[in-house]
């Protein structure tokens, strides 16, 4: 069964700093790499995804996230924050190539402060 | 509908009463997802369905979990004897893409039910 890890529970950054979110996965096979958000008292939605191809996607509101297939890695990234990035951010990968159930990480707080 | 909506938003139930939520999923999605988000962690799977046949229901925690999607849209998750243990926020989710599809995961959450067994 796939795993994924998120390193970083709760991250606390100033306006306009730069962010990194870790995320890493178990499944050694071609997948599918998804990176939702929760923003306060919404709920949860697409912020990215990749499936094939350059390995540099880009998403909502500036987000981006790089797939290194060597690392097993698919960390977000963010080059200036915002205090409305403010958000609970999840990793979440396939069980299977073929299976639609999908594997969440436990998730990382960020908090921008003005 | 324009998004996946569930019913109630919340819910307070006394340990050992029975509880069922539903969710509308968006129009015409085939795939339905349900999860269970405990405080401080990320969803976990509980079961899948693809139209009205339920497909993977290998993440319901206990034979007190059961979930129906009778007519292939509309979904109710029931919980028979809550414990305080089930206290967590229940997701729905829909998707356009069925078991196999490589291009599939792109879900569209419920804003969820919160559950609470007091």
């Known amino acids: 069964a796939q795993s994924v890890s998120q390193h970083n529970h709760h991250v606390i950054l100033s306006e306009a700093a730069s962010l990194e979110l870790g995320c890493n996965y178990s499944?050694?096979?071609?997948?599918?790499l998804f990176w939702y958000v929760q923003y306060p008292g919404q709920h949860l939605q697409l912020l990215l995804k990749?499936?094939?191809?350059?390995?540099l996607v880009k998403g909502i509101k500036g987000f981006e996230a790089e797939f290194i297939k060597s690392k097993f890695s698919f960390n977000l990234r963010k080059p200036s924050v915002q205090w409305s990035d403010t958000a609970e951010y999840f990793c979440?990968?396939?069980?299977?190539?073929?299976?639609?159930?999908?594997?969440f990480g436990t998730g990382t707080r960020l908090t921008i402060i003005p | 509908g324009a998004g996946v909506s569930q019913s109630p938003r919340y819910k307070v139930a006394k340990r050992g009463q029975d509880v069922a939520l539903r969710c509308d999923p968006i129009?015409?999605?085939?795939?339905l997802f349900w999860y269970q988000q405990a405080l401080g962690q990320g969803p976990e799977f509980l079961t899948y369905?693809?139209?009205?046949?339920?497909?993977?229901k290998s993440g319901l925690p206990s034979d007190r979990f059961f979930a129906e999607r009778p007519e292939g849209s509309v979904s109710t998750l029931k919980i028979q004897r809550t414990q305080q243990e089930d206290s967590a926020v229940y997701l729905c989710?829909?998707?356009?893409?069925?078991?196999?599809?490589?291009?599939?995961?792109?879900?569209?959450f419920g804003s969820g039910t919160r559950l609470t067994v007091v």
């Open positions: 989710a829909s998707s356009l893409a069925t078991q196999g599809d490589r291009g599939g995961g792109g879900y569209t």
């Open positions: 499944y050694g096979g071609t997948v599918n």
């Open positions: 990749y499936f094939s191809g350059d390995p």
């Open positions: 979440a990968v396939p069980d299977s190539w073929r299976n639609e159930k999908l594997t």
């Open positions: 129009s015409g999605h085939v795939s």
């Open positions: 369905f693809q139209n009205e046949a339920q497909l993977d």
